[in-house]
């Protein structure tokens, strides 16, 4: 898919909530961005002060531990919101009409499931770490200066809980396609070709898009 948005809009209620959900998803991926970003000033800290102080950056590995869940994992419902994730095209491009609203209604479907598992799995496993009795209300800490894991565990189940209401409000919309036939549903990102695609990139390369 394109990095331009394909998501159409209207006044619908399906389309309101998407507008509404995206505006978390935007927030999720800026603090993703925004970890991805620091990382060059904790690395520039940690060389800078290893080269001319012969003192490298006091928990440089804990931080980046740290920060690897916001990054790899909070922008991940805005990838699918936007229908940028990288996927297999060859075949599912060939469709159209119900036939193809019905291949993404039950991917979508078979996303949720996995998803669901995932929270329930990652949410139990921030469980294990959390505890208010103890110091930093942490059961177990990074290995160089003992930073509680927990914030960075918590990051998954909700990042992943989030992805599940995009796969839901998708679901709705790709079922809504298929049972009433539309030929370019809201909601949902809809499929370019490649030349679609070149065009959608050029002009948001030249601020149009």
């Not at 931080?63 to 699918?80: H, K, N, R």
């Not at 229908?83 to 991917?107: N, T, V």
């Not at 990652?122 to 990074?142: E, G, N, Q, V, Y």
Request: aromatic share 10%; with cysteine; glycine share 8%.
């Amino acid at each position: 898919m394109a990095s331009a948005s394909t998501v159409l809009e209207d006044s619908s209620l399906l389309s309101r909530l998407d507008k509404g959900l995206l505006k978390l998803e935007t927030l999720f991926a800026f603090f993703s961005g925004l970890a991805a970003f620091s990382l060059m000033f904790l690395a520039v800290y940690s060389v800078a002060g290893r080269e001319f102080f012969a003192s490298p950056m006091l928990g440089y590995v804990d931080w980046i531990e740290l920060l690897m869940p916001v990054i790899a994992i909070m922008g991940v419902a805005y990838v699918q919101r936007n229908g940028i994730h990288i996927r297999m095209d060859i075949i599912i491009g060939q469709m159209s009409g119900r036939l193809l609203w019905a291949i993404e209604f039950i991917g979508i479907l078979l996303i949720l499931i996995l998803m669901l598992a995932l929270v329930w799995g990652s949410w139990a496993h921030f469980d294990r770490s959390f505890d208010m009795s103890k110091p930093l209300w942490s059961r177990d800490s990074t290995i160089d200066v003992g930073l509680p894991i927990w914030p960075a565990k918590l990051i998954v189940p909700l990042a992943f809980g989030l992805l599940c209401l995009r796969l839901v409000l998708q679901a709705v919309g790709y079922g809504r396609a298929f049972v009433l036939g539309l030929d370019r549903p809201v909601a949902v990102p809809l499929h370019q070709s490649v030349a679609q695609q070149a065009a959608a990139e050029a002009d948001q390369l030249q601020g149009r898009g």
